[in-house]
């Protein structure tokens, strides 16, 4: 397969795309949770058809299909490739202005709109790797949205070089797009049957070369503190507050099973909202493990500590609810090697090193694995995400459209 040829568009396409505001809101009970990341995949479907991709449609809750038709004669699975539309909430999305920085040669990126952001060379170890690259950030006024526009420009890119090169041999090819990944909810309305593949690829992952066939274990846990309430005048020996019973609460977390302070595959419990008021309080914590075992012992943990802090207040009582969010897909892969030693052997067509890696957090390829489409998240090149000091390499993008074309390459030879 040769590329020294190909005017690669992903670069273009990540730009465009990148304008587009498509913040999900976790506050909405809507799919999706904002009508504004359509806009997106209204552009979206109509590309895919100028290149031929007839098919390609955007259902009501904002997931699009399409397909690129087999072109071999051999019996190959079915497989997909998916990246989320959506940015998150914790930045905002408004106005994105990208800004490419040819040629980096080291050092600082200082963002030009609010030179207060630095992309500092020592806190971003993967700048070391970017030198001669360009590089694209922000402005600096707001986040970029390469997770996961990177993926999605990938994809698309992959596309326009398949539907333009039928010398390339692969089986039916399905693409999915979706919304509200961000929130928790990018596999809610996806109809697995409708999609028709048995194994799938998410591209959402960071460094380049990186696969990932790990992640989280994940619960979220609903707090609800009942306080008595008294007038503070007389107070006395009768008040019992509960967002200062919800502090207690807080204060007796452990530590060292903090995000900030576990790294690799250590578990932590992380307090994510509180809201109330002297009457009542309600507590969000997210629970992250890498099994299950320690998942849950981590959540009897956390109400072993609710207990002891509310002990001391006869008056006030709780309600604590497990919600489950998603679970480590590597129990799922695992029985299907082969689904990630084709990803890495197509890492290493494309000259670059692969490196199997698990993932602090969770992708929809979470979700999909365990709903019958087992789905490694390989590497989209984003880097700082969530965050006015986000970036992406224009190369890193170009060797992940690589990668995807050598994958379904690989699929088709070996059926």
Not at 4 to 32: G, H, L, M, W
Request: proline residues 5%; negative net charge; charged residues 25%.
């Amino acid at each position: 397969m040769n590329f020294s040829n190909y005017n690669f568009t992903v670069t273009e396409r990540f730009i465009r795309y990148a304008k587009i505001d498509t913040q999900s809101d976790p506050n909405s009970p809507t799919c999706p949770s904002t009508e504004k990341q359509k806009d997106l995949g209204k552009i979206l479907v109509e590309e895919l058809k100028a290149m031929g991709i007839s098919d390609a449609a955007m259902d009501e809750h904002g997931y699009i299909y399409a397909t690129i038709p087999s072109n071999t004669s051999k019996n190959v699975p079915v497989i997909c490739f998916c990246s989320h539309m959506d940015t998150s909430p914790d930045c905002t999305g408004l106005n994105v202005s990208p800004v490419i920085h040819k040629q980096y040669k080291g050092g600082d990126i200082v963002l030009p709109k609010d030179t207060t952001q630095v992309i500092k060379y020592l806190e971003h170890p993967g700048l070391a790797d970017q030198i001669g690259n360009d590089i694209i950030t922000t402005d600096g006024t707001t986040l970029l949205g390469a997770d996961n526009k990177a993926g999605v420009a990938e994809i698309m890119d992959a596309a326009n070089y398949l539907m333009n090169h039928p010398e390339v041999k692969h089986g039916k090819i399905r693409i999915l797009f979706t919304p509200d990944e961000e929130i928790g909810r990018g596999a809610d309305k996806a109809d697995m049957k409708k999609l028709g593949a048995e194994f799938g690829y998410t591209m959402d992952g960071e460094t380049l070369g990186h696969i990932e066939n790990e992640t989280f274990s994940a619960d979220m846990v609903v707090l609800n503190i009942k306080g008595f309430p008294t007038h503070p005048g007389f107070a006395k020996d009768k008040m019992q507050h509960a967002i200062k019973i919800g502090a207690e609460i807080i204060n007796k977390l452990p530590k060292n099973k903090s995000p900030e302070t576990t790294e690799k595959k250590e578990p932590f419990m992380h307090p994510v909202a509180i809201n109330g008021g002297l009457e009542g309080i309600e507590m969000k914590f997210i629970i992250r493990a890498f099994d299950t075992p320690t998942l849950l012992a981590l959540e009897k943990e956390l109400e072993e500590i609710v207990k002891t802090a509310i002990k001391p207040f006869d008056k006030c009582s709780y309600t604590f609810k497990v919600i489950e969010q998603y679970r480590n897909m590597k129990d799922v892969l695992s029985k299907c090697q082969h689904v990630v030693d084709y990803a890495v052997e197509a890492i290493k067509r494309t000259g670059v090193t692969p490196v199997l890696s698990s993932i602090r957090g969770g992708t929809d390829g979470s979700r999909f694995s365990f709903m019958g489409l087992p789905c490694p998240n390989i590497y989209a090149g984003e880097h700082a995400f969530h965050s006015k000091q986000e970036w992406v390499s224009v190369q890193d993008m170009q060797k992940a459209t690589e990668t995807i074309v050598h994958l379904v390459n690989i699929w088709e030879e070996r059926s």
